[in-house]
């Protein structure tokens, strides 16, 4: 019951932070800044 519990919170927080990071993405005003963004992103580890 323990190890549900961790994995349907983990399977929250991932999601959660997803949506975090394309929203991020999405609010980018061209695609040079999206690039420096996914970059910036990757450099950091972070995976897209």
Same mark, same amino acid.
């Not at 999601?15 to 609010?27: G, I, K, N, Q, V």
């Not at 990757?42 to 897209?48: A, V």
């Given at each position: 019951?323990?190890?549900?519990?961790? =994995?349907?919170? /983990?399977?929250?927080? %991932?999601?959660? =932070?997803?949506?975090?990071? %394309?929203?991020?993405?999405?609010? /980018? /005003?061209? +695609?040079?800044?999206? %690039?420096?963004? +996914?970059?910036? $992103? %990757?450099?950091?580890?972070?995976? $897209?």
């Amino acid at each position: 019951m323990f190890a549900y519990l961790l =994995e349907k919170l /983990s399977t929250w927080f %991932e999601t959660a =932070e997803r949506s975090r990071r %394309e929203a991020y993405l999405a609010s /980018s /005003s061209d +695609i040079v800044q999206l %690039e420096q963004r +996914i970059r910036s $992103l %990757e450099t950091n580890g972070y995976s $897209l």
